[in-house]
């Protein structure tokens, strides 16, 4: 019979980084006094020098209070800015494996692009990929680079029907960890059709049952769920330790000692579980103190997340003006009694390598002046009271301008509003404004037939998916935004008569899509895949046809054609949302 101990294990932990290599102006709320409104200040905050630095710090005290230290990553560290827009997951293995990560889970964007991205990826990182219900025993192994046999990949074991799992040694007690991803991730992501996410709740009991036969009672879940998923599978299944997740960009704790919000207590105990979550973009640094008993359940658990802030406090955001040498003090004292945020200085072998390999053409990029707008553009996603987005219209109209110009006579664009990410303000636009904020996600657009019958079923099953109108939706992102294509969509109607009016800009004229009539669109790899409420624009007999360029690349095109322009006049969409008081306006 196994001889168990107890053990003590410190789990510092990120999530959704999305390439959030540098640091981020954060606006801070600091009290002055119990008669005067808080004094507004900013503050440079995380990025992965900061990082760094804070794991070197906490590992340290880790190992002073003779605790075993793990560096773990949530998932979703690709997309986001100018660094992966321009290097893909290099830049990404690159200062991963710089900061010293132990194991990553995987994230629903690190399959944007579909698996040899991830491959590649792997085969530059010194760390496992933890998606142990990623069934890779049917990918074809004539791949460019199949995924199947890297070591590093811990996916499903079929011949043990579980997750492949890691052992760390915690002073001659082994711990395990397992990650788990997105079961829905042919929904939301582009995973090769030959690999398939099996039952998140399944797979989970099967690992621990089978962990625990291999004679380890600690178990650690890594995943990439999200934050309510993580507290619903920490009910259902029995035996884990910790679930330290990402996904929603949950921020634990209680911040609003600086002006942010709060959000449960760091460390959810459920079925005795302790689940965490440390927001996203590099800001935040997670710290899971968990102490097991020797029969493997949790004896205590602490912990925080902190902000990881610089020395240096503005009274603006731009941090060109800076604050009077005696307001400094103040704030940096306040700040300094605050348990929920960390001073850190930059690792200087972080910056020598932004600096030596990536920084320049990032630096080049954002300075590099695209176009001008003659006013601010909002981008909403589902229509307010202000109206639809001013910003989408023009993003699709990209598209088309795009595909038309590379000799497809494209009829209309359809873009679904998760895919742009930022409104723009008015003046000057740079590169990295288009590919660092407003299109930051690098998918490529695609070319592809559809009926009328079926793009009036797409636009309706998309709408109902982003209002959960009959369906239970992944999101108000489906939402869709078009060029030369003009609707109706009422919320009341019965479903699958929705959209009431659809029209086709043609020849300077609008006119009525016909059912029977089939049209050439273009959208991205994402839309046009059918994701997210769009599966009618599946064609099974026709495949898409890839553009080879990038939504920003398009967009970029676009505007330096135009070099100077605004929103469009006319609005093409009649969004009737499901109170029904309002009538048709178009």
């Given at each position: 019979?196994?001889?168990?101990?107890?053990?003590?294990?410190?789990?510092?932990?990120?999530?959704?980084t999305?390439?959030?290599?540098?640091?981020?102006?954060?606006?801070?709320?600091?009290?002055l006094?119990?008669?005067e409104?808080?004094?507004?200040?900013?503050?440079s905050?995380g990025g992965?020098?900061?990082?760094?630095?804070?794991?070197?710090?906490?590992k340290?005290?880790?190992?002073?209070q003779q605790?075993?230290?793990?560096?773990?990553?949530?998932?979703?560290?690709?997309?986001?800015?100018?660094?992966?827009?321009?290097?893909?997951?290099?830049?990404?293995?690159?200062?991963?494996?710089?900061?010293?990560?132990?194991?990553?889970?995987?994230g629903?964007?690190?399959?944007?692009?579909g698996?040899?991205?991830?491959?590649?990826?792997?085969?530059?990182?010194?760390?496992?990929?933890?998606?142990?219900?990623?069934?890779?025993?049917?990918?074809?192994?004539?791949?460019?680079?199949?995924?199947?046999p890297?070591?590093n990949?811990l996916?499903?074991?079929n011949?043990?029907?579980?997750a492949?799992?890691?052992v760390?040694?915690?002073?001659?007690?082994?711990?395990?960890?397992?990650?788990?991803?997105?079961?829905?991730?042919?929904g939301i992501?582009?995973?090769?059709?030959?690999?398939?996410?099996?039952?998140v709740?399944?797979?989970?009991?099967?690992t621990?049952?089978?962990?625990?036969?291999?004679?380890?009672?600690?178990?650690?879940?890594?995943?990439h769920?999200?934050?309510?998923?993580?507290?619903?599978?920490?009910?259902?299944?029995?035996?884990i330790?910790a679930?330290?997740g990402?996904?929603?960009?949950?921020?634990q704790g209680?911040?609003?000692?600086?002006?942010?919000?709060?959000?449960?207590?760091?460390?959810?105990?459920?079925?005795?579980?302790s689940?965490v979550?440390a927001?996203c973009?590099?800001l935040?640094?997670?710290?899971l103190?968990?102490?097991?008993?020797?029969?493997?359940?949790?004896?205590?658990?602490?912990?925080?997340?902190?902000?990881?802030?610089?020395?240096q406090?503005?009274?603006?955001a731009?941090?060109?003006?800076?604050?009077d040498?005696?307001?400094?003090?103040?704030v940096k004292?306040?700040?300094?009694?605050?348990?929920?945020v960390?001073?850190?200085i930059?690792?200087?072998?972080?910056e020598?390598?932004?600096?030596?390999?990536?920084?320049?053409a990032?630096?080049?990029?954002?300075?590099?002046?695209?176009?001008?707008?003659?006013?601010?553009?909002?981008?909403i996603?589902?229509?307010?009271?202000?109206g639809?987005?001013?910003?989408?219209?023009?993003?699709?109209?990209?598209?088309?301008?795009?595909?038309?110009?590379?000799?497809?006579?494209v009829?209309?664009?359809?873009?679904?509003?998760?895919?742009?990410?930022a409104?723009?303000?008015?003046?000057?636009?740079?590169?990295a404004?288009?590919?660092?904020?407003l299109l930051?996600?690098?998918?490529?657009?695609m070319?592809?037939?559809?009926?009328?019958k079926?793009?009036?079923?797409?636009?309706e099953?998309?709408i109902?998916?982003?209002?959960?109108?009959g369906?239970?939706g992944?999101?108000?992102?489906?939402?869709?935004?078009?060029?030369?294509?003009?609707?109706?969509?009422?919320?009341?109607a019965p479903?699958?008569?929705r959209?009431?009016?659809?029209?086709?800009?043609?020849?300077?004229?609008?006119?009525d899509i016909?059912?029977?009539?089939?049209?050439?669109?273009?959208s991205?790899?994402?839309?046009?895949?059918g994701?997210?409420?769009?599966?009618?624009?599946?064609?099974?007999?026709?495949?898409?046809?890839?553009?080879?360029?990038?939504?920003?690349d398009?967009?970029?095109e676009?505007?330096r054609h135009?070099?100077?322009?605004g929103?469009?006049?006319?609005v093409?969409?009649n969004?009737?949302?499901?109170?029904?008081?309002?009538?048709?306006v178009a």
């Open positions: 019979m196994t001889q168990h101990r107890s053990a003590k294990l410190t789990i510092a932990h990120i999530n959704d999305h390439s959030h290599f540098e640091p981020s102006t954060i606006a801070l709320q600091i009290p006094s119990t008669s409104l808080p004094m507004s200040v900013y503050a905050c992965f020098a900061r990082v760094s630095s804070a794991v070197r710090e906490v340290k005290q880790a190992h002073l605790r075993e230290f793990l560096f773990v990553h949530a998932g979703d560290c690709f997309q986001g800015t100018l660094f992966f827009s321009l290097y893909k997951g290099k830049a990404n293995a690159a200062l991963l494996n710089a900061i010293g990560i132990d194991a990553m889970a995987l629903n964007h690190e399959l944007d692009m698996n040899q991205v991830v491959a590649d990826f792997m085969d530059l990182v010194n760390f496992p990929l933890l998606a142990g219900n990623w069934d890779l025993s049917q990918e074809h192994l004539n791949k460019q680079n199949p995924l199947a890297k070591s990949v996916a499903y074991d011949k043990n029907e579980c492949k799992y890691l760390k040694d915690v002073d001659g007690e082994p711990v395990a960890i397992f990650g788990l991803a997105i079961e829905n991730m042919a992501a582009n995973p090769d059709p030959d690999t398939q996410f099996l039952n709740t399944l797979v989970a009991r099967q621990v049952k089978a962990i625990r036969q291999a004679g380890i009672n600690k178990i650690i879940l890594l995943s769920l999200g934050y309510e998923r993580d507290l619903e599978l920490a009910s259902q299944v029995d035996g330790g679930i330290i990402g996904h929603t960009h949950t921020m209680d911040f609003s000692n600086i002006g942010f919000s709060t959000s449960d207590e760091y460390a959810v105990q459920v079925n005795g579980t689940v979550q927001g973009n590099a935040a640094l997670g710290q103190e968990i102490d097991f008993n020797a029969d493997g359940t949790v004896e205590k658990v602490g912990g925080k997340n902190q902000l990881l802030l610089g020395r406090f503005t009274v603006d731009s941090r060109s003006e800076h604050l040498d005696s307001t400094h003090e103040m004292s306040y700040l300094l009694d605050q348990e929920n960390r001073f850190c930059k690792d200087p072998h972080i020598n390598l932004l600096n030596r390999d990536y920084r320049p990032v630096r080049e990029l954002q300075t590099q002046k695209v176009a001008d707008l003659t006013e601010s553009l909002r981008h996603r589902v229509p307010d009271q202000k639809p987005s001013q910003i989408a219209p023009l993003v699709v109209d990209s598209f088309v301008w795009s595909s038309r110009q590379r000799g497809h006579a009829d209309f664009g359809i873009h679904n509003a998760g895919g742009v990410r409104s723009l303000h008015a003046g000057p636009i740079t590169a404004d288009i590919s660092g904020r930051p996600f690098a998918i490529g657009l070319v592809y037939e559809v009926s009328g079926q793009l009036r079923s797409a636009l099953g998309a109902n998916n982003a209002i959960d109108n369906v239970e992944t999101g108000s992102g489906s939402f869709p935004y078009t060029s030369r294509l003009k609707y109706t969509y009422r919320c009341c479903q699958g008569q959209i009431e009016v659809l029209k086709l800009y043609k020849n300077g004229n609008w006119e016909q059912d029977d009539t089939v049209y050439l669109s273009v991205s790899g994402y839309t046009a895949t994701k997210e409420g769009y599966d009618a624009l599946v064609n099974n007999n026709v495949d898409p046809i890839p553009l080879n360029i990038t939504m920003a398009a967009f970029e676009y505007a135009r070099g100077t322009f929103a469009f006049e006319e093409m969409i969004y009737i949302p499901c109170h029904c008081e309002q009538e048709d």
